[in-house]
């Protein structure tokens, strides 16, 4: 929309641009009209003036022409970026429109899920003081989540899928079937081990990747993680099926989730203003669990509104990893 408002800008400066020339060719015309000259008897001077208006419209007629061709191009040209502009925005208000209606929707799935789990309040009420009880006594994230992962696998399935992973209970699938196996709602354990969903996984917000694995900053830091510009209030799902060790503020990372994929994998966002679900909670891939905050022009050094950032890091054993191998291959290029 931006780049047509420039361009029906540009064309509109050009065809003022134009009407002035024509306006000074259509004057001078005018003029020259008021008194034409005589064409059967005429005197000597009037058959010099003749010939000489006859000159000058003959250089005239071919230059209004040129430029009368020129404006109607223009004009067609304006007609089409009016009419494309129109378009989108018709598009723009039907995809507002269908945002709200699946916002709404969401916000009626959240309440339902909340409702389910008033009935396991005791065991999440349970790890949420233990969560906070380590995080207020601990400052390395790595140790953190050691802790935690023991709290939540004592008082979740977690414990018994661990167990599941070790003695090789669970059948590795074909990549098709990996797809397919996303698509149960009722589950809840993950449908496919993390260290098999490599080219599979959603983003967990839509929006460029504005700062990759391992790429260095301004001070020559190298990020963890991935961090991806986002829309204002933007939903954030969670990337994979998984159990939450950890929802709420810890140290720099502000509202932090952690996410227990199995096998020594964490998924950690970070840059939330709003978490949804609590410790403890079994999540599924594409489960909206938090929302982002609002854009702040404040914050911005070109004075353009600067957008909330989502951090994601990938963690095998504590340690980060790129998670890019994981991303669905049409998400990975972007």
Do not use: C
Request: aromatic share 6%.
């Amino acid at each position: 929309m931006a780049k047509l408002r420039e361009e029906e800008a540009a064309i509109r400066k050009q065809l003022r641009d134009q009407h002035r020339e024509i306006g000074d060719l259509l004057a001078v015309m005018q003029r020259m009209g008021r008194e034409p000259p005589p064409v059967m008897v005429t005197q000597r001077e009037d058959a010099l003036r003749m010939v000489r208006s006859g000159m000058l419209l003959n250089s005239f007629f071919p230059a209004l022409k040129s430029r009368a061709d020129s404006l109607a191009a223009r004009l067609s040209e304006l007609t089409r970026v009016l009419t494309e502009k129109q378009q989108r925005a018709e598009q723009l208000a039907a995809e507002k429109e269908e945002l709200e209606r699946l916002r709404t929707k969401t916000r009626d799935l959240i309440a339902e899920k909340r409702q389910r789990l008033k009935q396991q309040r005791a065991r999440l009420d349970a790890l949420d003081r233990a969560a906070e009880r380590h995080a207020a006594a601990i400052t390395d994230l790595g140790q953190l989540l050691k802790t935690l992962d023991k709290e939540v696998a004592a008082r979740t399935g977690l414990g018994e899928y661990e167990e599941q992973l070790q003695s090789g209970e669970i059948v590795e699938l074909k990549p098709r079937a990996k797809k397919a196996a996303f698509v149960q709602p009722g589950r809840m354990k993950p449908a496919v081990p993390f260290a098999q969903a490599k080219g599979l996984l959603m983003l967990p917000a839509s929006g460029p990747i504005v700062r990759d694995f391992g790429e260095q900053d301004d001070l020559g830091i190298e990020s963890k993680g991935v961090s991806i510009e986002t829309r204002a209030r933007a939903q954030v799902v969670s990337p994979a099926d998984g159990w939450v060790s950890y929802a709420g503020e810890f140290r720099s990372y502000g509202q932090l989730l952690i996410i227990n994929a199995g096998g020594g994998y964490h998924i950690l966002l970070a840059g939330m203003e709003e978490i949804y679900v609590r410790r403890g909670q079994f999540v599924l891939s594409g489960e909206p669990v938090a929302s982002m905050g609002e854009a702040s022009a404040s914050e911005s050094r070109s004075g353009r509104e600067a957008r909330p950032s989502l951090y994601v890091e990938f963690r095998k054993n504590e340690k980060p990893i790129d998670p890019k191998p994981w991303w669905a291959s049409e998400l990975a290029k972007g």
